[in-house]
């Protein structure tokens, strides 16, 4: 593997996880106090898992396979329970989840999603919206405060950077940082892993570019759209949702995506293209995704284990070895639980920056409305 990050001894992955602090407490979006809804005491785990079983499945929504191991995180829960899980749209965006359940409602049938995954800004605005359901896992206390609803609503699960997944049988000179993207000897070689006016990766990828300027803020976003302006006006930029197929084959050989997603992307090809992992120094962007219930969620017992296999122990190694940060990190990692050889392979996150929801909100708002006038090109899906 020619992933290009440095690897970090336990110490300084430890601190770069206390960055995370930065998260302040306008994550809490204060509302009415509902009934509290808490895990199951361990008496009655019993209770939740032949609930759960009778119901007999599961239904998710924007989890491919090869995202921070969750095909790993499938079987696992799989066997453990022998509740099948029903996978919609693996490739949807943040937005795209939660539209599904708005349009499932009153569907109880199998295009209607029990459990979403999606960017750390689509929690609240889940929650506002009445789409998502309180229900507090039996590790709720390890979680930390600045990553969650304290109502219960939703929770922090991973974290990665951004990065350049680069096919290097295609790119003889890898980009290193967002400047380089400019450059004219990668001409229509760049994509983004999204739509930025859906996908939660995509937008955050716009900020990054933005913020490598040195600019922050609302002010980065546009000058991320002004970036993206001009990396489209030059010809390097290839308008498609991005994808490990697309980096593979050479179609977009440069992709800006989430660091577990180009070092899984690595492994999976197993050298055939080779693939590096630049993680840029301008413009580090560190990202959290947040786990929640539909509010209407046909298998809601399911839905509610899913949730505690996700954060036990044993879910959030799952999501260690896919390359993600898990949220329990800090927690785990003082208790001994992530085994060494675990640890080595995730990529620093020294010096990223962790925006807040507030931040984020304001930030996705400017690319929103900015994308079709500023850059004036359509992402399209993979056919």
Same mark, same amino acid.
């Given at each position: 593997m020619s992933a290009s990050y440095s690897k970090r001894g336990l110490a300084k992955l430890l601190a770069a996880f206390l960055m995370f602090g930065v998260l302040t407490a306008a994550c809490a979006q204060p509302t009415a106090a509902p009934e509290e809804v808490v895990a199951p005491p361990a008496g009655e785990m019993d209770a939740l898992i032949a609930a759960a079983q009778a119901e007999g499945t599961v239904t998710t929504i924007a989890l491919p396979h090869d995202w921070c191991g969750y095909g790993a995180v499938i079987d696992g829960f799989k066997a453990k329970y022998g509740i099948e899980v029903n996978e919609l749209d693996p490739? $949807?965006?943040? #937005?795209?989840?939660? *539209? /599904?359940?708005? %349009?499932?409602?009153?569907?109880?049938?199998?295009?209607?999603?029990?459990?979403?995954?999606?960017?750390?800004?689509?929690?609240?605005?889940?929650?506002?919206?009445?789409l998502i359901q309180p229900y507090k896992v039996a590790t709720w206390d390890e979680i930390p405060d600045d990553a969650k609803d304290p109502d219960g609503y939703w929770y922090g699960d991973y974290y990665g950077v951004l990065s350049l997944s680069v096919n290097t049988a295609e790119v003889a000179n890898p980009p290193a940082e967002y400047a380089?993207?400019?450059?004219?000897?990668?001409?229509?070689?760049?994509?983004?892993?999204?739509?930025?006016?859906?996908?939660?990766?995509?937008?955050l990828s716009v900020w990054a570019a933005?913020? $490598?300027?040195? #600019?922050?803020?609302? *002010? /980065?976003?546009? %000058?991320?759209?002004?970036?993206?302006?001009?990396?489209?006006?030059?010809?390097?930029?290839?308008?498609?949702?991005?994808?490990?197929?697309?980096?593979g084959i050479g179609e977009t050989p440069i992709l800006i995506d989430w660091s577990y997603n180009s070092i899984a992307n690595d492994v999976s090809l197993a050298g055939n293209p080779d693939l590096a992992t630049n993680v840029p120094e301008a413009g580090l962007l560190a990202g959290v995704y947040v786990q929640a219930i539909s509010a209407y969620a046909p298998h809601p017992n399911a839905a509610k284990l899913w949730m505690e296999y996700l954060y036990s122990d044993e879910g959030q190694l799952l999501w260690a070895s896919g390359f993600c940060y898990p949220i329990r990190f800090n927690a785990m990692s003082a208790a001994g639980t992530i085994p060494a050889d675990v640890l080595a392979q995730l990529p620093s996150t020294e010096g990223a920056y962790f925006p807040t929801i507030d931040e984020l909100n304001a930030a996705k708002a400017v690319i929103v409305e900015g994308w079709p006038t500023v850059v004036g090109v359509e992402v399209l899906p993979l056919p």
């Open positions: 490739g $949807a965006g943040s #937005a795209e989840e939660l *539209e /599904a359940i708005k %349009a499932n409602k009153d569907n109880p049938g199998p295009q209607a999603p029990d459990v979403v995954d999606v960017g750390l800004a689509f929690g609240p605005t889940a929650k506002d919206e009445g380089d993207l400019l450059k004219p000897e990668y001409a229509g070689q760049i994509a983004l892993s999204g739509d930025p006016l859906t996908s939660n990766a995509a937008a933005g913020l $490598a300027t040195g #600019a922050t803020g609302e *002010e /980065a976003a546009q %000058a991320g759209l002004e970036f993206f302006k001009s990396l489209n006006e030059a010809g390097n930029f290839v308008p498609i949702d991005g994808d490990s197929r697309t980096v």
